[in-house]
């Protein structure tokens, strides 16, 4: 069992940027691909980026790359998402997830998610 807990969210100005952690405890991440989604009111879980076990390897949903990047430090048991150029349509409630079952954009992949942390993009 791993449990995760998101932090970092909060109201930016368009432009601004933010940096989200994703804490691990339970278990170490080192064994954990960790992927982050959000969901907008009304919409679905969408997937944003995800990072390899060993922290190699990464992808980006297309809207997000460029704008945002992940990071993994396995010595603190964390993972970051880096957010920059943030715009109003980023506006959503961020989740991070992890699997060991592989890296992958599909909810179904990952079987350990947070409770979320509010991001909040103001044009």
């Known amino acids: 069992q791993v449990q995760l807990v998101e932090s970092g969210g909060g109201l930016v100005q368009a432009g601004g940027s933010l940096r989200l952690s994703c804490a691990a405890s339970?278990?170490?991440?080192?064994?954990?691909?960790v992927g982050w989604f959000r969901q907008a009111p009304g919409k679905g879980r969408e997937f944003v980026a995800a990072?390899?076990?060993?922290?190699?390897?990464?992808v980006y949903a297309d809207s997000m790359e460029g704008r945002f990047a992940v990071s993994k430090d396995n010595a603190h048991n964390t993972v970051y998402l880096q957010m920059n150029s943030l715009k109003p349509e980023d506006t959503a409630v961020y989740y991070c997830?992890?699997?060991?079952?592989?890296?992958?954009?599909?909810?179904?992949?990952?079987?350990?998610w947070g409770q979320g942390t509010q991001v909040t993009v103001s044009s």
């Open positions: 997830a992890a699997s060991t079952v592989g890296m992958g954009t599909a909810t179904s992949r990952y079987g350990y």
């Open positions: 339970g278990r170490t991440f080192g064994s954990f691909n």
């Open positions: 990072i390899s076990w060993g922290g190699d390897k990464f």
